[in-house]
């Protein structure tokens, strides 16, 4: 792309016309976008930010930046739907104080001891997946294999009974979806259906909860009796937790697998000294980040780039731009499993960074190295297939075999 072009393309860019080439490689548009155009004013006055530095005094900064969403997600969903009740409740798209009591919960259960006791359990849960596919020669890396670890482990801490798990997944889907760009009416009434089916189940779940309390460790238990919530904040951050860890951590498995298969170099780097297996994942994490896009609205005025960006602005923060930002990372667009520093945003930052990315990290180490070290022959069969979304980053399918 020559610099006029790249220049144009810039100018012109439209989050909510995206077209389906797009979908499938985004990154000539942010590399433009982030030199000519890093702080862009959209069509319908929003601003579209691409650059590290940007991002990271952004996601830094809860004076003028807020995550409150009533504002956009009224008009976007309506504000008696079931997702915009959904959305406005979840911790991720408020402010303090409710935000800080949620949140403190959530890390307190999720703290390194709660972790280590997770590991044996996603490694026996691997291994069987991994043994499913050694008996099955040809199969689908998401559906057989990636989509499989995150719905268990999220599934685990809930304490969601195994046999009611299995609509878990589509609902996470559909209600993350809803937070697409663009939003066709099939995905809002699929959206608001899940957010219906999904609280009412989860209503059994917690008086179940409540009628036989788990103790400290258990998750459900502490937002229970800890976080002061109402059944409405209860139910709505119960949602958020199960869909938080569902798709994203099964993109990066997912990518992360693309990602090795295609590099096999560094599959074999890594196959040799496993201990490269932690920076493998932060670099998967950082080249194919599975969430590309957050949000934030300005709450008082404020310069960035030299633009003033007025009170209730809405900008869009595309991580996936950030994390290949030339003046962050050296040879940006270079897959290193070795890659130190890096300190990209793909969990965000500040006071609303992930508050799952210890238990992401360690599935997906977990899922990456025992796959390479156990399926040396595992090679993908072609008609490899993306979800057409632009926030989440992910395929759909990953047809693989081994032989
Ligand atoms: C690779 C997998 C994951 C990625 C890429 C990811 C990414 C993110 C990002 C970017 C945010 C910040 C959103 C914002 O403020 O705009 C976030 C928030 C959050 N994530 Fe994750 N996440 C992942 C997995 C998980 C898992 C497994 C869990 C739960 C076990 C989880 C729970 C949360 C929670 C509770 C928040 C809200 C934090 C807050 O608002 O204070 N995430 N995640």
């Known amino acids: 792309m020559d610099t006029e072009e790249a220049r144009a393309i810039a ?140 719905v268990e482990v999220i599934g685990n801490l809930l304490r969601v009974p195994r046999e009611e798990r299995a609509p878990l997944r589509a609902w996470s889907l559909a209600i993350l979806g809803a937070l697409e760009t663009e939003l066709t009416a099939d995905q809002h009434a699929h959206g608001n259906r899940a957010v219906r089916e999904f609280t009412a189940y989860l209503r059994g779940l917690i008086a179940e909860r409540r009628r036989r309390p788990l103790g400290a460790t258990d998750l459900l238990t502490r937002l229970l009796q800890e976080a002061e919530l109402t059944e409405s904040e209860l139910l709505q951050n119960c949602v958020f937790l199960l869909n938080a860890g569902h798709e994203t951590t099964t993109n990066l498995i997912g990518n992360g697998l693309y990602l090795l298969l295609t590099h096999p170099e560094s599959a074999a780097r890594l196959r040799s000294d496993p201990q490269l297996i932690g920076t493998a994942v932060e670099e998967c994490l950082r080249l194919e980040s599975p969430n590309q896009l957050g949000n934030r609205l300005v709450s008082q005025q404020v310069t960035i780039g030299g633009v003033v960006l007025e009170p209730n602005t809405y900008l869009t923060l595309c991580i996936g731009a950030a994390n290949r930002d030339g003046e962050e990372f050296s040879d940006p667009e270079r897959f290193d499993i070795g890659r130190r520093p890096n300190r990209h945003l793909a969990f965000a930052a500040g006071a609303h960074a992930c508050a799952g990315m210890g238990v992401a990290r360690l599935e997906a180490q977990i899922a990456l190295l025992r796959t390479m070290q156990s399926l040396p022959q595992l090679h993908l069969t072609g008609g490899a297939a993306r979800a057409r979304r632009a926030r989440f980053r992910g395929f759909v399918s990953l047809p693989a075999a081994l032989s």
């Open 11 to 150: 100018r012109a860019f439209d989050p909510n016309r995206l077209n389906a080439g797009f979908y499938e490689k985004p990154y000539d548009t942010y590399a433009a976008l982030r030199t000519f155009e890093p702080v862009h004013r959209c069509a319908d006055g929003s601003y579209f930010l691409s650059r590290f530095a940007h991002l990271d005094e952004i996601y830094r900064d809860r004076i003028h930046f807020s995550s409150d969403k009533k504002a956009v997600f009224g008009p976007k969903f309506g504000q008696d739907s079931a997702l915009y009740e959904h959305h406005t409740t979840s911790l991720v798209f408020n402010d303090p104080p409710y935000h800080t009591r949620v949140r403190r919960q959530i890390v307190a259960a999720l703290s390194p001891n709660a972790l280590r006791a997770l590991e044996p359990g996603i490694t026996a849960l691997v291994d069987g997946l991994l043994e499913q596919l050694r008996e099955r020669r040809e199969f689908d890396l998401i559906g057989d294999f990636a989509a499989a670890i995150p």
